[in-house]
């Protein structure tokens, strides 16, 4: 990097210990060089100093009262990050390792992403310390109306509209959007996720699992090769894991093991999906129930073992860092030809250093699980036409999407990379471009 180093160096001093932040921030930087030392008009106009700081940053705090009567207190988060294209949207997360720089990263990729949906959103990301691990449903209760209280003051249809993301799923936006509702007197689309029967689109529940796999089919079949046969290696076993599964099956893969934060379950005849659905989705018991049932599947503490079985293709749909260097050593060791990453982050930028000379198929977060915001973004149309499309209409729909931001990705890759497997950079760059022009458009405080 040397055109963009003082703003890299200048977000590192401004932004103290915000390591996750600082890593999807240089990630981007390090890839938007070229495009940006074409335009000195978007220099001058300080555009990349501007992209990377929140337009607003929001941190309130959220207390309730749990089962046994004591005042908990938590921190909420939502950070307002460019809204250059649309109102802010991406989702919220609520996990006890949720902080500052975790939400900095998330809102700063949703940018790109949203922006590669070639729909009109912003980016946006909030969340809370909040553990919804072993709370009772009126825990849970509690603590989304708390939250919704104060964020219900800075969100709306038109100016931000939040979603789920790890730990928020289809009971906590009814939660969230019930107290919206209750407190605005408002029917409006102002959450997305919702449930069918009050605003929600079909097809969303599945979107970034089955969008992850109609982007990497698309990648395949450039390069020749497809889910047919392929061994698969899927990392946790939420929302994004199980409709991962779910559709890599469809297309013919074999998926061996899926995790959650316990530890992993290795399946050598191919994971039970429905066994596997009634035990998150139903149960939301711990992983390791899994081989009471399948008794020839093993299961194994830890998270990182996952990345040590053999397979043709690894789908990371849990969480940020979760592969690193060593891993990505012994993946690539192993003969993994394909990567598709469901999750936000899942690699570190070793790690895609590595993918990247190897020179396997890789697909980068914020265009492989674009797929869930985009539904999202159509839950948004549907909600502001006041009507319902079909499942195949929005998977139709969708499915086109991320045909469209693998095309997006691989033509800028090449234009600017001069290669057209490099889908990191073509990514940030298909997305930054769309944005710096509206920014630009949109002139600046003189
Ligand atoms: P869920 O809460 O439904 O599932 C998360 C899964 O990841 C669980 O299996 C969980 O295990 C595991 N996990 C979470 N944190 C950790 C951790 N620190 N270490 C190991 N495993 C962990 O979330 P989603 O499936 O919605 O999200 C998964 C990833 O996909 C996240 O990175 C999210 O940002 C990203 N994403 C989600 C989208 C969506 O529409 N939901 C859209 C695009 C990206 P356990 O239950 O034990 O905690
Ligand atoms: O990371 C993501 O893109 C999401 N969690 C989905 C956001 C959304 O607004 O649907």
Redesign the pocket.
């Known amino acids: 990097m040397q055109l963009l180093k003082p703003v890299m160096d200048s977000v590192i001093a401004r932004n103290p210990g915000q390591a996750e932040f600082h890593q999807a921030v240089e990630e981007v930087l390090e890839t938007i060089e070229p495009v940006v030392a074409k335009h000195p008009e978007w220099m001058k106009a300080g555009i990349v100093e501007r992209i990377v700081e929140p337009e607003r940053q929001i941190m309130f705090r959220v207390s309730w009262v749990d089962d046994n009567g004591n005042v908990q207190v938590n921190r909420g988060f939502r950070v307002q990050f460019n809204s250059a294209i649309g109102p802010y949207k991406g989702?919220l997360?609520f996990?006890p390792?949720v902080n500052l720089s975790i939400i900095k990263f998330?809102g700063f990729e949703q940018i790109f992403?949203n922006s590669l949906t070639t729909l009109p959103i912003g980016g946006g990301k909030g969340g809370s310390d909040f553990d919804p691990?072993g709370k009772s449903d009126r825990e849970i209760m509690a603590f989304c109306q708390s939250f919704m209280t104060e964020l219900s003051k800075h969100i709306g249809a038109d100016t931000d509209v939040p979603?789920?993301?790890?730990?928020?799923?289809g009971r906590e936006i009814g939660y969230l959007y019930g107290q919206y509702k209750r407190i605005r007197n408002e029917f409006t689309g102002v959450l997305t996720?919702k449930g069918l029967g009050w605003g929600g689109s079909l097809t969303?529940t599945e979107?970034?699992?089955y969008g992850l796999c109609y982007f990497m089919d698309e990648a395949l079949r450039d390069h020749g090769k497809s889910f047919k046969d392929a061994i698969t290696v899927i990392?946790?076993?939420?929302?994004?894991?199980?409709y991962a599964a779910q559709k890599a099956t469809e297309l013919g893969a074999k998926v061996v093991a899926?995790?959650?934060?316990?530890g992993y379950v290795y399946d050598p005849e191919g994971i039970d999906l429905a066994l596997m659905k009634e035990l998150?989705e139903v149960k939301r018991a711990?992983?390791s129930e899994y081989v009471k049932t399948r008794t020839n599947a093993t299961f194994t503490v830890g998270?990182r073992g996952i990345w040590t079985i053999k397979c043709d293709i690894a789908l990371p749909?849990?969480?940020?860092n979760?592969i690193d260097a060593e891993s990505a050593d012994i993946l690539l060791k192993n003969g993994t030809w394909a990567i598709g990453e469901?999750?936000?982050?899942?690699s570190t930028n070793e790690a895609i250093a590595k993918y990247l000379k190897a020179g396997i198929i890789f697909g980068p977060?914020k265009a492989a699980?674009?797929?869930?915001?985009a539904t999202?973004a159509l839950e948004m149309s549907q909600n502001s036409m006041r009507l319902s499309w079909t499942f195949e209409e929005v998977d139709a729909k969708l499915k086109s999407i991320m045909k469209s931001i693998y095309k997006a990705a691989s033509d800028a890759a090449e234009e600017y990379a001069g290669d057209r497997n490099n889908l990191v950079a073509g990514a940030n760059i298909a997305g930054f471009v769309k944005v710096a022009n509206a920014m630009y458009a949109q002139g600046v405080a003189y």
């Open positions: 989702g997360r996990h390792s998330l992403k691990k979603a789920g993301d790890i730990g928020v799923g996720g969303r979107a970034t699992g990392s946790g076993s939420g929302n994004v894991a199980i899926m995790s959650d934060s316990s998150k711990r992983i998270c749909c849990a969480t940020q979760e469901g999750a936000n982050m899942p977060a699980n674009a797929g869930g915001v999202s």
